[in-house]
Every structure is written in C-alpha cells, then in structure tokens.
C-alpha cells in the first residue's frame, strides 16, 4: 500500500505464536503505519521477495515493528551474481568474487564491543540549547546513550552513539490521547506530512519517496502516541530526511488549509446536483478497510471493551461512523496541544556526528516556548468482575457461517508499567505458554479441533497497561463454552505444574541466541531500539531501563535455577486470580455489510436533506476545487525547496557480495561476513521434479516440515530440540521468473542457523526433519491445513491486493501460474477440498501423496545450492556439515524435471469478498507486444507509482493506495490498488498512464531525484545473512555481476525518452490487459457487464 496502513493490536491479527525475543523491545500495539510507497520496482520478482525478519527484544515486540514496517518491499533489490568456473579447492572447483567487493560496514552485533567507548558529554554540560542530564553506556548493544533536556522547551532527546552502524536512525514522537474515536490522530499524522512552511509542495513525504536513499521513511499512529521515524545510510539524506519531517510536524501546511483534512481525512463529495452524497477520504477508506477485516475488528473491539474508562477505549486510527465528525477546528486544537516541543522525545541512533544532533533539533526548538502539555495516559481502573461481549462482523450472503464464530478471553494484567525484571518474566512465561506449535496453551487450543486458528497473540506489553489475550477462530456456537473451558482449565493445569525443564532451557537458548544475533532484518536497529525505549519513556518511566535487560535476564535466571515458581505464580496472579478479564464473541452475520452500506447512504441522504440548492452547488464548487489543486502539480519553484542529492553522491559500481562458488552436486556456495559467530545457512531443493498434481499440496508440505513427529519423536520433542540447539530451522518455498527462460524457477528451502559450535547438530536436526518426518498423523493434517485455509481467507479479505498481483501473474507465465497455486484464491479452494476429501474417507491418498512430495523433494538429484553466510573461519565446518547431509539424501526414482503445461491467457477475474472497498488490477506483459528490457523502466515504473497513479488513485480517488509493479524477468507489468472506494474510475485511471508518460516532461532536476530513488531500491540496505541468501538467488537466476552493472549504468543514464518509450509499451495493456478485482458484491455486479468480469464467490456455501 501507498498510503498509511492501519496496524490493529495483537489480537487483531490473529497473531498466532509469540516471538522468541525477550528483551527490550516490546509490541508496538495497534499502531497506523504509513508504509513507504508500494511501487518500489525491484530488480526481483515479486516470487523472490525475501520474508522481513523482525528484530523484537520483546514478547509482541515483533508484532511491533512487524507491523509499523508493513507495507515497506522486503524485496532485496539487487541482481544475483553468476559465478565462474576457477581454482581448486578440496578437490572441487571455485572461484572467488571477493577480490573485487567493496568493504561492507555491517550493523553492530551486540557482542562485539568490548568495552565502554569513551564518553563524550558529561553531566550537566551545555551544547546548542541543550542540558545533558544522564549518560548510560548499554553494553548489551555496545553503545553509550546521552539523555538531553532543551533548556528552552523541556524537550528531552536521546542521543545513542553507535559509531559501528551506518544506518542512522530519527525519530519525534509525540505522546496523542484521542478523546474519542474521530481518527483525529490518524489523520493529523497523515496531514503534517502534506506540506510545511519550508516545503509548500503538496507532498514532500512523496517527494522523498521518490528522490531519497532512505532505508526507512514512515509514520505511525499508536493508541496513545503518534511517532515520525527515518532512517538512511547516507549522511547528506539523512539531514535531508530530518529537516524535512521537523517542518512537516512543527509547520504543517493542514492547520491553515482544510482541505488538506478534505483529502487525508474526509469530505462530503458530489460532482453534479442529481448525484448521491458520498464520503470520500484517504483515512476514511483504510478505515473502512480495516473494519471489513473480522480479526482485526475483534482485536479492536477487545482492545476498547478492556479499556472502557481511559484512552485506549476508543480507536485511535478512527472508526468510520465517527471519522465524519472530526472538524476542521478540533483538527487545528490537537495539533496545537500536541505537537509541540514540550510534549516531545526525540531519538538519533547511529554514526552521524553527535554535536550536530542537538544543533539540528535545536533550529526548530529554540522557536518555541515551554508549554505545560496535559498528555497524560490514565490508568485503567481494575474490573471488579469479568465482562462478556458479543460483536457481530460482516459476512458473506452466500458465505456458510455455520462454523464462523470467533472468541478470546482479555486480560488486563497490570496497573502500570511493571519492572524490567518482572516484564521480561511475563515475556518468557508468554514464550512458553504460546511461542511454538509445540507450547501447551497453543497447542491445546490447537489439538481440541473446535477452531482452525489461535487468535489473540498472547501478551502485549507495549502500552502502559499489559494484556493477555488469548482464542480461537471458526468456532460452531456449541463450542464457544469449550473453548473457554479450555483456555481456563489449561492455564490452571500449567499453574499447578509449571514447565518442563528442557522447554525453559530452550526458551532461554532461543532468547539468548537471538540476543546475540540481533538480527532486525531490513527493519533499521535504531528503531527497534526506540520502540523499546519508548515504551517506558512515553508514560515518563526509565527508557534506559527498557534497553539495559541483561543484569535482570540473569537474576531471573537465577530465580528459575534456584526452583521458584516464577511462571506459575505470575499465571494464578496475573490471569488465573484476575477480575479484570473480558470474554468476547464475534459472530458472523450476513446482514450487517448491506445494513452498514444502507446505514452510510441513510446518514448522507439524512445530511442532503438539511442543504440548499445553494449549499449543494457549494459542495459541488468545493468537489470541483479539491479535484483541481490535487491535480495540479507543484510549481518547479516549490519543488527546488525540497532537498535532494546528485548523482555523484550514488556510487557507480555496483556493490558485491564476497562470494566464493565451490562447483559440485551440489554446488556450494560461500559467503564470508562478520555475523558474530552466527552461521546461516540455505539448502536448495528444486521443485522441479514435483508432479502437476501435487503442486498445490507443496504449501502444506511444507508448512507441516517441523510441525509433525520424526523418527526420533513427536514434534514437542523435536520442537524443544531445536529451541536448545539452534537458533531455528525453517522451510518455505519460492518462485520466480528467469530471463529468457520460460520456466519457472522454484525451490524448496530449508533454512537454519546455529552458533559455530552448534552447526553439527543444525544440520543433523535438518536432515532428521527432511528424511524422517512421519507425515501419517491424520488429525495434525487436518489441523495444519485448516490454519492454513484460515489464513487464505482472511487474506483474501485484507491483503486483496495480493490476491490480484498473483492472479495477473498466473495469466501469463508459468511461474506466475505456479506461484497461483501456492497462494491466494486457488491454494484456498484447493485446501477447501482438501479437507471435505480427508473428511469423506480420502486420508491414505492424501498421505500417500505426501510421501511422493518427501521422495521427489528430499533427494540427491533435487538438492542443488548449499548456501553458507557466516564469518570467514566457520566457512569450512559449515560447509563439511552441509555436505554430510546432501551426501546422506536418497538418490531420486522419479523420471527427472516435469515439463509443466497449465493454460495461460489474459482474463478478467472479479473475486467476490464480504468488504466495504475494492482492490483493482491490471496488466499485461510488456515482452509480449515487442518492449525490450532496460533498467530505465526501474526509474519509470518508480515515478509512475509515486506520482500518477498516487495523485489519482489515491489522493483523487481516496484510495488507501494506488502502485504499480513491473518485472523485468517476465516483463509483467502490473496496475493495483489498495483499500479502494472505487472500481471503473480505477480502472480508467489506468488506461490513462501510458499517455501521462508519453507527454511527460521532465526537467535535469525531476529526473536526477527519480534516479536517486530508484538507487536507493536497487542498493537496499542489507544485514550480512540477508546479502548471502540474496546472492543465492541471483545465483539461481544467473544474473552476474556484469549483468548488474549494465543495468546500474542504464538506470544512471536514464533520460527523459525513456519515459515516452515506456509509456508506448504499456499502450498494448489497455486494450489486451488483464484485470483482476477483489470487491464487494454490488462494485462487482456494476462493473461485470462493462469490463466482461467473470465473478466467482470463493467463501459460497456449497
């Protein structure tokens, strides 16, 4: 998505498992992210987006920082290097590629520094406004942290010096109570973000989209603060960065202009007098959005009825009945409260020069007086009796909802922020509770079969009250009570019992190896880091003490050796002995999306009818206006205000990973990077060999890998084994597209990664699971793919945009049709049958094709990359490890490769879905009718995105988002939209970017930053195990370093004529495009017959 993305708590989500990482970093809950724009092309297809890793030092951290980076591409954008044949080595061939790579600054692993680096202020000194009033060297990450407070405001900022991480991270954070559920802090952060006094164009945050190296750039809302965070590698952008958000936050253009609140917010809209009155907003349609989504509804509302009587009892992201209310006034009065110096923390992270920290904050601040800011969070009284809720959510009206229902039980746990000690307790007790498939809570709930999927999440700590919330989804009404039952009788058991000591001792390896990794994925540490600091420091607690766990760590573990009953008196006390508890219920019903729609069209007909003929020529006036200022663009003078870089700040050569390719069956593949002792490491199984009829299986293969028994045990056994051993083994599988190639590449990976002492039982422990895992367990099948069809159905709710993405794919090339059978409307169907066959008697051939899947995968003939990521002088027993376990994989019996054959053609698929909004696809492939790759349509696909299709779908159209995606493997070309309101005007508006691309004009300035911003995609910020597996794919795409030269220099060359050649390729798509819309039933009824769309309901009832 394009536009801000509304996060909901954990429950919402339905978060299943609790994070492993105890520490600092705790959940961020229901925050409303806006992620960076969705077009981001990347020199990846959409199949080889690596999954984001998310660093969390807390339970629900990851949740956290999960969902505030949602919405940003985890792609790596850079094109894989083809090896060549060259020395000996052990007998097999290889050849280096680390002669020639530039040295990587890697972000700092928390052991690796010593000891304390020397300060450099001191209390009670003074430095360009500012008082340094405490100084804490934080040895678990290796850097020394300096709290300030602005002598003139009472600003305070946290300076943390770490001169061994390059990416520099910012943020303002500003603590927004919402008195009630108007969205007013959702929308304000959206707004400051329209324009400043120092930048007067409509969208700078766009703008630096579009021109900046940037490897974080959002805004999230919270349910009590609203945080502005950047981040950036390059020093000149990062000051860029930060200027940029100080104007927006302190100077926005919104509070002068209403209708900045009109387009991020809502207004009435109406374009002739005859016409309905409709609500039209950016906020007002991700929130309509967000509310069609049944588990994140009934995260919210468990969220709201725990917290009845303080700020955390409405919804900060707004709830659309509501949104309608906000005024222009109220809206120009929070920002006046709020967003003020005095009611703000300001966080830096990284190598950039200190001093020039305080110098830069300090231009803003010293323009201000100190205010006093009644921002306080009140405590929640404690309930002195549990309450029970019963919500209905909407449904499909040919949906059977006979087994619909879902429900959790809610606990407040706390009445303030606990101690460190006593919170990282809470972590490992959630850890142990619902960490793993093999955790007693969560696997009760999943072994009972009432429902398909824990909901809930666990323990989420990121507010100033923790809760505990824990249910099931796609209950019968009978067995709501058992479910209940369950959850209590359960935690009573562990209460009583406690844990076994093998599971404590793996939790405390998990979380103790994780600790050391500290491995964030793309997400910048800094951040992570602030979401841990701030969750003490937003209600004026210690926000070192969130950071400094180690010392408590130890004395918890202590208390655990010494036999206390840590965890079992934290559940009688904190949950089993706890009024404070909500039980809630949400129910389908089919009537309430039509009663909702009536109840929006009676609201505006009730508004038309209080206006005049003057009023309604007023409200078509102000429509008419709106429309002309958003597309109108900004004068070149404006434009020059928003700082930039040059192409000479870009580096011309490409960067490369040290890559050594050891020749063989199968081939190795080493990379030698400071990871800290950490090995990584990636074993390649092509799917080559799988037959057309057990493809749409693979997915559940593969999702039942460490989830079923082996031959040394069940899967708690081997669960525990892992957890103690390793830092964990995963298999997922990937498709993508070659070049030149049509078919496609996919593989099966099994992934693990242990400390160097450990790689001998890692690699034993992937072998016992590949090799042995006992597939005959009929009721964990079963278990299995309803998780697995429960999630396919709510993602065909909320992430519909995905859903179109893969099916265009699908039309067109094979390894799009494969990657559709994985995923989205087919894998849902087929689960869908697959459970009604195991059902009526058909288990021995479901079993026995998972054998067939077993015996054509995990084989000597299939097992073709061993990828190695660690430090140079743990390559070699890495690599004797995984050679031992290719050597002891069977030799395959199949007939070799399957040639597949689905059928291809260009269709127009409407996907009918219980929701208030639409998401609209086009494409076609651009090969096809004659466009010949060059990099310069990175650029062009890029701009297209952040400018076109923003400006009309979005910021015209009200949708949440409107992006495009271009493959240069397959030459796909794809137009989609997120959270939309509308259909054909979508759709129309995508015939119209070939022409606004063949008329564009673009000046030496607009063209420069278009470039940059497509640099900062292609070179993407990179921890050292994501730059290993990255170079694996380019390996398997063979695309070597000359190939990602050539197309770096074309995307620096990129002249305006580009622009024009790309628009006439895209001409073909409005005629012989694609289309795939997910939407409601009435938007696709209008549109069938006009756009020929072939509708199908994949919820009807049979």
Same mark, same amino acid.
């Given at each position: 998505?394009?536009?801000?993305?509304v996060?909901?708590?954990?429950?919402?989500e339905?978060?299943?498992?609790?994070?492993?990482?105890?520490?600092?970093?705790?959940?961020?809950?229901?925050?409303?992210?806006?992620?960076?724009?969705?077009t981001?092309?990347?020199?990846?297809?959409?199949?080889?987006?690596?999954?984001?890793?998310?660093?969390?030092?807390?339970?629900?951290?990851?949740?956290?920082c999960?969902?505030?980076?949602?919405?940003?591409?985890?792609?790596?954008?850079?094109?894989?290097?083809?090896?060549?044949?060259?020395?000996?080595?052990?007998?097999?061939?290889?050849?280096?590629?680390?002669?020639?790579?530039?040295p990587?600054?890697?972000?700092?692993q928390?052991?690796?520094?010593?000891?304390?680096?020397?300060?450099?202020?001191?209390?009670?000194?003074?430095?360009h406004?500012?008082?340094?009033?405490?100084?804490?060297?934080?040895?678990?990450?290796?850097?020394?942290?300096?709290?300030?407070?602005?002598?003139?405001?009472?600003?305070e900022?946290?300076s943390?010096?770490?001169?061994?991480?390059?990416?520099?991270?910012?943020?303002?954070?500003?603590?927004?109570?919402?008195?009630?559920?108007?969205?007013?802090?959702?929308?304000?952060?959206?707004?400051?973000l329209?324009?400043?006094?120092?930048?007067?164009?409509?969208?700078?945050?766009?703008?630096?989209?579009?021109?900046?190296?940037?490897?974080?750039?959002?805004?999230?809302?919270?349910?009590?603060?609203?945080?502005?965070?950047?981040?950036?590698?390059?020093?000149?952008?990062?000051?860029?960065?930060?200027?940029?958000?100080?104007?927006?936050?302190?100077?926005?253009?919104?509070?002068?202009?209403?209708?900045?609140?009109?387009?991020?917010?809502?207004h009435?809209?109406?374009?002739?007098?005859?016409?309905?009155?409709?609500?039209?907003?950016?906020?007002?349609?991700?929130?309509?959005?967000?509310?069609?989504?049944?588990?994140?509804?009934?995260?919210?509302?468990?969220?709201?009825?725990?917290?009845?009587?303080?700020?955390?009892?409405?919804?900060?992201?707004?709830?659309?009945?509501?949104?309608?209310?906000?005024?222009?006034?109220?809206?120009?009065?929070?920002?006046?409260?709020?967003?003020?110096?005095?009611?703000?923390?300001?966080w830096?992270?990284?190598?950039?020069?200190?001093?020039?920290?305080?110098?830069?904050?300090?231009?803003?601040?010293?323009q201000?007086?100190?205010?006093?800011?009644?921002?306080?969070?009140?405590?929640?009284?404690?309930?002195?009796?549990?309450?029970?809720?019963?919500?209905?959510?909407?449904?499909?009206?040919?949906?059977?909802?006979?087994?619909?229902?879902?429900?959790?039980?809610?606990?407040?746990?706390?009445?303030?922020?606990?101690?460190?000690?006593?919170?990282l307790?809470?972590?490992?007790?959630?850890?142990?509770?619902?960490?793993?498939?093999?955790?007693?809570?969560?696997?009760?709930?999943?072994?009972s079969?009432?429902?398909?999927?824990?909901?809930?999440?666990?323990?989420?700590?990121?507010?100033?009250?923790?809760?505990?919330?824990?249910?099931?989804?796609?209950?019968?009404?009978e067995d709501?009570?058992?479910?209940?039952?369950?959850?209590?009788?359960?935690?009573?058991?562990?209460?009583?019992?406690?844990?076994?000591?093998d599971?404590?001792?793996?939790?405390?390896?998990?979380?103790?190896?994780?600790?050391?990794?500290?491995?964030?994925?793309?997400?910048?540490?800094?951040?992570a880091?602030?979401?841990?600091?701030?969750?003490?420091?937003?209600?004026?607690?210690?926000?070192?003490?969130?950071?400094?766990?180690?010392?408590?760590?130890?004395?918890?573990?202590?208390?655990?050796e010494?036999?206390?009953?840590?965890?079992?008196?934290?559940i009688k006390?904190?949950?089993?002995?706890?009024?404070?508890? /909500?039980? &809630?219920?949400? $129910?389908?019903? !089919? #009537? %309430? =999306?039509?009663?909702?729609?009536?109840?929006?069209?009676? +609201?505006?007909?009730?508004?038309?009818?209080?206006?005049?003929?003057?009023?309604?020529?007023?409200?078509?006036n102000?429509?008419?206006?709106?429309?002309?200022?958003?597309?109108?663009?900004?004068?070149?003078?404006?434009?020059?205000?928003?700082?930039?870089?040059?192409?000479?700040?870009?580096?011309?050569?490409?960067?490369k990973?040290?890559?050594?390719?050891?020749?063989?069956?199968?081939?190795?593949?080493?990379?030698?990077?400071?990871?800290?002792?950490?090995?990584?490491?990636?074993?390649?199984?092509?799917?080559?060999?799988?037959?057309?009829?057990l493809?749409?299986? /693979?997915? &559940?293969?593969? $999702?039942?890998? !460490? #989830? %079923? =028994?082996?031959?040394?045990?069940?899967?708690v056994?081997? +669960?525990?084994?892992?957890?103690?051993?390793?830092?964990g083994?995963?298999?997922s599988?990937?498709?993508m597209?070659?070049?030149?190639d049509?078919?496609?590449?996919?593989?099966?990976?099994?992934?693990?990664?242990?400390?160097?002492?450990?790689?001998?039982?890692?690699?034993?422990?992937?072998?016992?699971?590949?090799?042995?895992?006992?597939?005959?367990?009929?009721?964990r099948?079963?278990?299995?793919?309803?998780?697995?069809?429960?999630?396919?159905?709510?993602?065909?709710?909320?992430?519909?945009?995905?859903?179109?993405?893969?099916?265009?794919?699908?039309?067109?090339?094979?390894?799009g049709?494969?990657?559709?059978?994985?995923?989205?409307?087919?894998?849902?169907?087929f689960?869908?049958?697959?459970?009604?066959?195991?059902?009526?008697?058909?288990w021995?051939?479901?079993?026995?094709?998972?054998?067939?899947?077993?015996?054509?995968?995990?084989?000597?003939?299939?097992?073709?990359?061993?990828?190695?990521?660690?430090d140079?002088?743990?390559?070699?027993?890495?690599?004797?490890?995984?050679?031992?376990?290719?050597?002891?994989?069977?030799?395959d019996?199949?007939?070799?490769?399957?040639?597949?054959?689905?059928?291809?053609?260009?269709?127009?698929?409407?996907?009918?879905?219980?929701?208030?909004?639409?998401?609209?696809?086009?494409?076609?492939?651009?090969y096809?009718?004659?466009?010949?790759?060059?990099?310069s349509?990175?650029?062009?696909?890029?701009?297209?995105?952040?400018t076109?299709?923003?400006?009309?779908?979005?910021?015209?159209?009200?949708?949440?988002?409107?992006?495009?995606?271009?493959?240069?493997?397959?030459?796909?070309?794809?137009?989609?939209?997120?959270?939309?309101?509308?259909?054909?005007?979508?759709?129309?508006?995508?015939?119209?970017?070939?022409?606004?691309?063949?008329?564009?004009?673009?000046?030496?300035?607009?063209l420069?930053k278009?470039?940059?911003?497509?640099?900062?995609?292609?070179?993407?910020?990179?921890?050292?195990?994501?730059?290993?597996?990255?170079?694996?794919?380019?390996?398997?795409?063979?695309?070597?370093?000359?190939?990602?030269?050539?197309?770096?220099?074309?995307?620096?060359?990129?002249?305006?004529?580009?622009f024009?050649?790309?628009?006439?390729?895209?001409?073909?798509v409005?005629?012989?495009?694609?289309?795939c819309?997910?939407?409601?039933?009435?938007?696709?009824?209008?549109?069938?017959?006009?756009?020929?769309?072939?509708?199908?309901?994949?919820?009807?009832?049979?």
């Amino acid at each position: 998505p394009s536009a801000s993305c509304v996060m909901s708590s954990a429950s919402a989500e339905g978060v299943a498992l609790a994070p492993a990482f105890v520490g600092p970093v705790v959940r961020a809950p229901a925050p409303v992210a806006r992620p960076q724009q969705g077009t981001r092309p990347s020199q990846d297809s959409a199949g080889a987006a690596s999954t984001l890793q998310t660093f969390m030092l807390g339970t629900a951290g990851a949740a956290a920082c999960r969902r505030a980076a949602r919405g940003v591409s985890t792609a790596a954008r850079k094109v894989v290097p083809r090896a060549k044949i060259g020395q000996r080595l052990q007998g097999r061939s290889v050849t280096s590629l680390q002669a020639e790579a530039q040295p990587q600054r890697v972000a700092m692993q928390a052991t690796a520094v010593a000891e304390a680096p020397t300060k450099t202020y001191e209390v009670g000194e003074k430095l360009h406004g500012w008082t340094c009033a405490r100084v804490e060297y934080v040895k678990e990450f290796g850097c020394t942290g300096y709290l300030f407070q602005h002598d003139k405001t009472g600003a305070e900022l946290l300076s943390m010096v770490q001169p061994a991480d390059e990416n520099k991270t910012f943020s303002v954070v500003f603590r927004t109570p919402p008195e009630n559920s108007n969205g007013i802090a959702h929308v304000l952060e959206h707004s400051v973000l329209c324009g400043s006094r120092k930048y007067p164009v409509k969208e700078p945050f766009v703008e630096l989209m579009k021109s900046s190296l940037q490897t974080f750039l959002n805004a999230m809302t919270f349910p009590d603060r609203t945080c502005y965070p950047v981040a950036s590698c390059n020093l000149k952008d990062f000051y860029n960065l930060i200027d940029v958000y100080m104007d927006a936050v302190f100077f926005p253009r919104a509070v002068n202009d209403p209708l900045v609140l009109a387009q991020e917010g809502w207004h009435y809209e109406i374009e002739k007098k005859d016409d309905p009155l409709t609500f039209k907003g950016v906020v007002f349609n991700e929130m309509k959005g967000l509310y069609s989504n049944p588990d994140a509804l009934h995260g919210r509302t468990a969220n709201q009825s725990m917290f009845p009587d303080n700020q955390y009892g409405v919804d900060s992201g707004g709830d659309p009945k509501d949104i309608p209310s906000l005024t222009f006034d109220y809206f120009k009065d929070f920002h006046s409260k709020y967003y003020h110096p005095s009611n703000a923390k300001f966080w830096f992270y990284g190598d950039d020069p200190a001093d020039a920290r305080l110098e830069l904050v300090d231009q803003y601040l010293s323009q201000f007086e100190k205010i006093e800011v009644d921002s306080q969070i009140t405590v929640q009284p404690k309930l002195t009796e549990p309450r029970r809720i019963v919500e209905d959510f909407a449904a499909g009206e040919d949906e059977d909802i006979s087994k619909k229902i879902m429900m959790s039980i809610n606990w407040v746990i706390s009445e303030g922020k606990e101690d460190l000690q006593t919170s990282l307790a809470l972590q490992f007790l959630n850890y142990l509770m619902m960490g793993t498939p093999a955790s007693p809570l969560y696997k009760a709930l999943v072994d009972s079969g009432l429902g398909s999927r824990v909901i809930g999440g666990g323990l989420d700590d990121g507010m100033l009250q923790a809760t505990f919330s824990v249910g099931l989804k796609d209950l019968k009404e009978e067995d709501v009570p058992k479910v209940e039952e369950l959850i209590m009788k359960t935690l009573e058991e562990l209460a009583e019992k406690g844990f076994e000591s093998d599971d404590i001792k793996a939790a405390v390896n998990t979380i103790e190896f994780q600790n050391r990794e500290l491995n964030t994925g793309s997400f910048p540490k800094g951040l992570a880091l602030l979401f841990a600091a701030n969750s003490n420091w937003n209600y004026d607690k210690d926000p070192f003490e969130a950071l400094k766990f180690e010392a408590p760590l130890e004395e918890l573990k202590a208390r655990l050796e010494k036999g206390e009953p840590v965890f079992q008196d934290l559940i009688k006390t904190k949950i089993l002995d706890n009024s404070h508890k /909500v039980i &809630l219920e949400s $129910r389908p019903n !089919k #009537q %309430l =999306g039509k009663k909702m729609e009536e109840e929006e069209k009676a +609201t505006l007909q009730k508004h038309r009818e209080t206006l005049s003929e003057k009023d309604i020529e007023d409200l078509i006036n102000e429509t008419v206006k709106l429309k002309e200022i958003q597309e109108t663009p900004d004068t070149p003078e404006a434009m020059k205000t928003v700082p930039g870089l040059e192409l000479s700040d870009i580096p011309k050569e490409t960067p490369k990973v040290p890559t050594e390719l050891v020749s063989g069956e199968p081939t190795v593949l080493r990379h030698a990077l400071p990871t800290s002792g950490v090995i990584y490491t990636d074993v390649a199984f092509d799917l080559s060999r799988v037959p057309e009829e057990l493809i749409p299986l /693979v997915p &559940l293969f593969t $999702r039942a890998l !460490k #989830q %079923l =028994g082996t031959a040394k045990g069940d899967f708690v056994s081997l +669960t525990r084994r892992v957890g103690m051993s390793t830092g964990g083994i995963s298999a997922s599988t990937i498709c993508m597209n070659k070049k030149g190639d049509s078919e496609p590449v996919a593989y099966l990976f099994m992934r693990g990664k242990a400390m160097a002492p450990q790689i001998s039982e890692l690699s034993d422990l992937m072998q016992e699971i590949a090799l042995t895992t006992d597939f005959d367990n009929k009721d964990r099948i079963v278990q299995l793919a309803s998780q697995a069809r429960s999630g396919a159905q709510s993602s065909l709710v909320s992430s519909g945009h995905m859903v179109a993405n893969a099916s265009l794919a699908a039309q067109t090339t094979k390894a799009g049709w494969l990657s559709g059978q994985f995923s989205g409307v087919e894998q849902y169907k087929f689960l869908s049958e697959l459970l009604k066959r195991i059902e009526d008697g058909g288990w021995e051939g479901v079993l026995q094709q998972l054998k067939a899947l077993q015996a054509c995968i995990f084989n000597k003939a299939s097992c073709t990359i061993l990828n190695i990521t660690s430090d140079a002088e743990h390559l070699d027993p890495a690599q004797a490890s995984l050679e031992k376990l290719a050597s002891n994989l069977p030799v395959d019996e199949s007939s070799g490769p399957v040639l597949l054959d689905p059928t291809l053609g260009r269709r127009a698929d409407g996907i009918v879905v219980p929701t208030q909004v639409n998401y609209v696809g086009k494409g076609g492939n651009l090969y096809e009718s004659g466009y010949e790759y060059h990099g310069s349509a990175l650029v062009v696909s890029k701009l297209l995105g952040a400018t076109y299709l923003w400006d009309k779908v979005r910021v015209v159209g009200g949708a949440y988002g409107g992006f495009c995606r271009f493959d240069p493997r397959s030459g796909d070309f794809k137009y989609l939209s997120y959270r939309d309101p509308n259909l054909g005007q979508t759709l129309e508006t995508y015939d119209g970017a070939p022409g606004f691309l063949k008329d564009l004009e673009l000046g030496e300035d607009e063209l420069t930053k278009a470039v940059i911003g497509c640099m900062g995609d292609v070179d993407a910020y990179l921890l050292p195990d994501a730059k290993g597996y990255q170079a694996m794919l380019r390996h398997l795409l063979g695309e070597d370093d000359e190939y990602r030269q050539k197309v770096r220099d074309q995307i620096l060359g990129t002249k305006v004529e580009d622009f024009h050649k790309f628009g006439e390729a895209l001409e073909p798509v409005i005629e012989k495009g694609g289309i795939c819309v997910v939407g409601s039933a009435e938007s696709c009824d209008k549109a069938k017959e006009k756009y020929g769309l072939s509708l199908t309901s994949p919820f009807a009832e049979e």
